[in-house]
């Protein structure tokens, strides 16, 4: 706290502009009555704690109020009010000038900084100004009740803080045994609702081989899976194998419909020249014909027998005409049958070369689907095993409601290690407490010692003033 040196009021009730500069030590203000010495106090008061509010005390006549405040370590606060501001300004040697607006009814706290004299705060209906006072006020603390004075004593020697330590440690303490009531009734329903569950070890090693179980029966499902697909593999290349044997069946004669075909085509051709030689013997018979009107027409012999001759030599030839005519059609009728033949193996023709590659690779595909057959009849061997394992376990039904009943019972399980944790953790806090307790017990007997024999010291007690005598002293 600093020393107020110098005061000055301007448009401040009855003070134009006075300045009042104080002496170290005690200061006297004398005069007659009205002549504002009581004024002086309230610019100081309105200066510093921003009391008396309102703007009553500005002089008649003028537009403002000013009071300056200066102290003896060099900072300077200034309380002005006009009809449009409102502020304090503060000023320190060698730093920029601050100033407060817009603080409403109470004092900034940088003010109270600067002057470092604030009210001291009884409880929450009372505060002391230790510092200044009005002028009817009387003796300091006099004029109060005596709970105010005790208050106000407590304050000034620190009591306070026993009496909070004192308060907040009922409080604690009240508190403390609550929530370890609470914790014990919650300790004791948790064990309850824990007996039900003591058996939970054993039930958890029944979890767990029931969880192997079901892995097992799970890979087991899946290699009959894999079995099932083999199988079906199987019976699909079987059924290509019986098509591919088929359809070899069919084009096994394929050599000598090809040979046939061959024979036919040179049966066309004889055909062919069978047709133009009987054109060719229609040509000649018709010839001899003419031939034959000739003879009749001329009667030379000579000519005669060469013509004779001539019609010897085609009547021969007509003969073998006939042969070839009857070749021809014997001819014709086989390649009708051949073509009959060919008409009920027409899909033959269509197999061309690439058919032929892809036949061969379907006959290699056939040794590996013997091979293959080799291992599925070794699959199904495992599979009858698997079978009759299967057989031995209980049904799929009863697995899929002893697992649910499992998770149920994992569920809980996750449950009452929660509760356990919780129950752990309650039993630290109560310990704790407990503890915390113990402590502030012994703290709280060794302030009331302290306090005991700080009194004794003293001698006199704070709340009444009135000295303790000896027998007390003793008790």
């Known amino acids: 706290m600093a020393n107020i040196h110098s005061v000055r009021l301007e448009n401040f009730q009855s003070h134009l502009d006075t300045y009042l500069e104080f002496d170290a030590g005690l200061n006297v203000l004398v005069g007659q009555s009205d002549s504002g010495k009581t004024a002086i106090l309230r610019g100081i008061r309105w200066a510093l704690y921003n009391q008396p509010r309102g703007s009553d005390f500005i002089r008649v006549g003028a537009d403002f109020v000013r009071v300056t405040v200066s102290f003896d370590h060099g900072t300077t606060i200034i309380r002005e009010r006009t009809s449009s501001k409102n502020r304090y300004t503060i000023q320190k040697n060698g730093e920029e000038d601050l100033i407060l607006e817009g603080f409403g009814i109470h004092v900034p706290e940088e003010v109270l900084e600067a002057h470092g004299m604030g009210a001291m705060r009884i409880d929450h209906d009372h505060e002391l100004m230790l510092h200044l006072s009005q002028q009817l006020d009387g003796p300091f603390l006099l004029e109060q009740t005596n709970t105010v004075r005790a208050k106000a004593l407590g304050r000034i020697s620190g009591a306070h803080f026993l009496d909070m330590a004192i308060r907040d440690t009922s409080k604690d303490l009240a508190q403390l045994r609550q929530q370890l009531k609470q914790e014990e009734q919650l300790i004791e329903k948790l064990e309850g609702e824990l007996e039900p569950y003591q058996s939970l070890p054993a039930m958890k090693e029944r979890l767990d081989q029931t969880e192997q179980g079901v892995q097992t029966i799970k890979a087991k499902l899946q290699k009959k899976e894999q079995l099932e697909q083999l199988r079906q593999q199987q019976q699909r290349l079987q059924l290509e194998q019986e098509t591919i044997s088929k359809r070899l069946e069919l084009v096994k004669p394929a050599d000598q419909w090809q040979q046939a075909w061959q024979m036919l085509s040179g049966s066309r051709q004889q055909l062919v020249q069978f047709q133009h030689l009987q054109a060719r013997w229609e040509e000649v018979r018709k010839a001899s014909e003419v031939c034959r009107l000739w003879i009749e ?17 085609q009547v021969e030839r007509l003969h073998s005409l006939k042969k070839i005519a009857q070749l021809f059609q014997r001819l014709r009728q ?54 009759e394992l299967l057989d031995t376990l209980p049904q799929l039904d009863s697995m899929i409601e002893r697992q649910a009943a499992i998770a149920e019972w994992h569920t809980k399980l996750e449950q009452l290690k929660q509760l356990h944790g919780r129950l752990k953790e309650c039993s630290e806090r109560i310990k704790e407490g407990r503890r ?23 001698g006199t007690c704070p709340t009444c003033g009135q000295s303790i005598c000896g027998h007390t002293k003793s008790e």
């Open 436 to 458: 915390f307790i113990a402590s502030q017990q012994a703290e709280e007997e060794q302030a009331e010692e302290r306090w005991r024999q700080r009194l004794l010291e003293i």
């Open 297 to 313: 027409k001329t009667a030379e012999v000579r000519q005669a027998g060469e013509k004779h001759s001539i019609v010897l030599a």
């Open 334 to 387: 086989e390649e009708e049958q051949a073509l009959r033949k060919i008409k009920q193996t027409a899909f033959s023709s269509e197999v061309d070369e690439a058919t032929m590659e892809r036949i061969a690779g379907r006959q290699q595909r056939l040794a590996q689907l013997q091979r293959l057959r080799q291992q599925v009849t070794a699959y199904e061997m495992q599979q009858k095993k698997l079978t």
